[in-house]
Nanobody
């Protein structure tokens, strides 16, 4: 069992930056692929970015590509999401997710691919 806890959310003006953290406990997170999703009010949860267990492979949604960067420090059992050039449409609750990987340096982009989820952290971007 893995427990994921997000932090780093808050209120920021458009054009600003935030860095989210996802701290894992319970098991070494180095064997897990991770992803970030977000959910705005009245909308479905959407994929943001994913990273393989090693950090060597990453993937981004078109809406955040070039602005957001995912990374991880397996020694600290933590995954990060650096968000730059934030826009009001980035306002959402951001969730970290994890999935144990048994083969390959893969990442996952679908909500149903992940077994473990954090409680979410609110990001609000004002115009």
């Amino acid at each position: 069992q893995v427990l994921l806890v997000e932090s780093g959310g808050g209120l920021v003006q458009a054009g600003g930056s935030l860095r989210l953290s996802c701290a894992a406990s319970g098991r070494a997170f180095g064997a897990y692929a991770a992803g970030w999703f977000r959910q705005a009010p009245g909308k479905e949860r959407e994929f943001v970015t994913a990273i393989s267990w090693s950090g060597g492979n990453t993937y981004y949604s078109d809406s955040v590509k070039g602005r957001f960067t995912v990374s991880r420090d397996n020694g600290k059992n933590t995954v990060y999401l650096q968000m730059n050039s934030l826009k009001p449409e980035d306002t959402a609750v951001y969730y970290c997710a994890g999935r144990l990987v048994t083969f390959g340096n893969v990442y996952y982009t679908r909500h149903d691919d992940y077994a473990y989820w954090g409680q979410g952290t609110q990001v609000t971007v004002s115009s």
